[in-house]
């Protein structure tokens, strides 16, 4: 996977070594240059520019980045013009830092669905959400063992959890599953809201717009969602 990390203080720089040691091509952009050369040797490659600059954003190869996560905290101003921008120029996936709930609601007024809080949220449970298909969010609890939510594979619509046997073959529990429906905000643009269901058991079927909440070992879970798609 390629990405593009934009702001690169504690939380980006963190973000983006992590994405590295996990074999990703990262690219880590600032316009402070002592926060890009401080990443020169542990990140993939590093670019020092103006994010909120139209003209120099084009130095940046977004038509074949999978995902671009802007993590600007220190300045909300950029922040919300470096997202403007990054969907004005359509990419692929985009993911904005949120620092007060007057900005969640900027950048959910914009059309931005995925919002991280850093101070709530680490480097590392983003790292595992994006290093692996399917995921929509990740809890660890103890050395590799996880929690994880994530999209039905293509596979598994429409049967039973004892039709696939999937603890048997991965030996990861499907806890429950979550119904996404999708609401208006106050300020009238769409926001996806999840309904859990009852704990899952040998007769539950699921479907294509299901959300899964899985618990096991991190690798038994990447197989489970690798070989059903």
């Known amino acids: 996977m390629k990405y593009v990390i934009i702001g690169l203080g504690v939380f980006g720089s963190s973000l983006a070594e992590k994405l590295t040691q996990s074999g990703n091509e990262v690219i880590g952009v600032d316009n402070v240059m002592n926060k890009v050369d401080a990443l020169r040797e542990t990140i993939t490659h590093t670019i020092c520019l103006d994010s909120t600059d139209p003209q120099a954003v084009t130095n940046l190869p977004l038509a074949d980045t999978d995902v671009v996560i802007v ?7 950029a922040n919300i013009m470096t997202t403007a921008l990054m969907k004005k120029l359509k990419v692929k996936r985009l993911i904005s830092r949120a620092v007060s709930m007057l900005h969640e609601t900027v950048l959910e007024a914009m059309g931005v669905d995925e919002i991280v809080h ?11 959400k994006l290093n692996i298909t399917g995921v929509v969010d990740s809890f660890q609890l103890s050395g590799d063992y996880n929690i994880i939510e994530a999209n ?17 073959k991965y030996d990861v ?13 106050e300020l009238g643009t769409p926001r996806k809201t999840g309904k859990i269901s009852k704990v899952a058991n040998a007769n539950t079927v699921l479907h294509k717009h299901d959300i899964l909440v899985l618990y096991g070992y991190i690798n038994d879970i990447r197989k489970l969602l690798d070989n059903g798609e």
Not at 71 to 77: D, L, Q, T, V
Not at 118 to 128: I, L, Y
Not at 173 to 179: E, G
């Open 152 to 168: 039905v594979p293509t596979k598994y619509i429409g049967k039973s959890l004892q039709e696939l046997g999937l603890q048997e």
């Open 118 to 128: 850093p101070e709530e949220e680490t480097a590392n449970r983003w790292s595992r």
């Open 173 to 185: 529990v499907v806890m429950t599953t979550m119904t996404v429906k999708q609401e208006d905000t």
């Open 71 to 77: 993590c600007i905290g220190e300045n909300e101003g």
